[in-house]
Structures are given as structure tokens and as C-alpha cells.
């Protein structure tokens, strides 16, 4: 399933090379679930380089530096989004931007983001 996200997001980049942020949010979200963290990061971080503020760029940001062991990191993207968002929990963000078929991603999507500070459970 990831594996195939990653392809398609990637063949959008060919299209359309010139590309909205949206689609280096898929490609975060795609290469987090295939476990790509680094990948993962630096697409997250490329889509918050063009939209500050895109929350699930900053989800999939603090989700992959935990998945890198990178805390600092993490807390911070965490406390930005937070700021940003005051209402967002664990709950709001795997409901938002988890998986509908996957629910072993979602379950480690909630634990990284709880581990980086996210309030909230689902």
C-alpha cells in the first residue's frame, strides 16, 4: 500500500514538477508509512519551506524525527504545531491525516506523536 502511494506521489512530481504543497504532504505521508522517515522529514520539511503552517506537513514532521530518535526535533515541530492549532490532539491528527486501512500506522502514528508531546489519546 505505501510502497504504491510513494510510486504514484512520486510520478505526480514528474507531471507536474512545478508542484503544489499537497503533494509533498502525500509523499511525507506515503514514505512515513513505508517506515522512510529521513525521506519523510525532508518532504515534510520541503512543504512547510512553501506553506508554513500545513499542519499535516507539521504531523508527518514531528512524527518522523521521533521515528529518527530526533526528541528535540520532535518537541519542537510539536510545540509549533500546537501553537498553530491549539485544538490538535493525537485523536485529531490520526483522524485526520492517519490511514483508513492501516490501522497498525495508525496506532504507531499515535504513539509518536504522543512521545513527542501531542495531548491526547484516540
Known amino acids: 500500500m505505501f510502497d504504491q502511494a510513494v510510486e504514484t506521489a512520486r510520478k505526480a512530481f ?3 514538477p512545478i508542484r503544489p504543497s499537497y503533494y509533498d504532504a502525500a509523499l511525507s505521508r506515503a514514505l512515513w508509512g513505508r517506515g522512510n522517515y529521513d525521506a519523510s522529514l525532508e518532504a515534510a ?4 519551506a512553501k506553506t508554513p503552517g500545513y499542519s499535516a506537513c507539521q504531523v508527518f514532521q514531528v512524527a518522523s524525527n521521533i521515528g529518527l ?5 520532535a518537541s519542537n515541530a510539536a510545540q ?7 485544538n490538535m490532539t493525537v485523536a485529531v491528527a490520526v483522524g485526520g491525516m492517519g490511514y483508513a486501512d492501516a490501522p497498525d500506522a495508525n496506532a ?4 509518536q ?10
Do not use: F, V
Open 80 to 86: 509549533k504545531l500546537m501553537d498553530l492549532y491549539p
Open 113 to 122: 506523536l504522543s512521545a513527542a508531546g501531542l495531548p491526547g489519546r484516540p
Open 14 to 16: 514528474d507531471l507536474n
Open 45 to 48: 520539511n520541503d512543504c512547510l
Open 69 to 73: 530518535q530526533n526528541t528535540l526535533g
Open 108 to 111: 504507531l502514528l499515535s504513539e
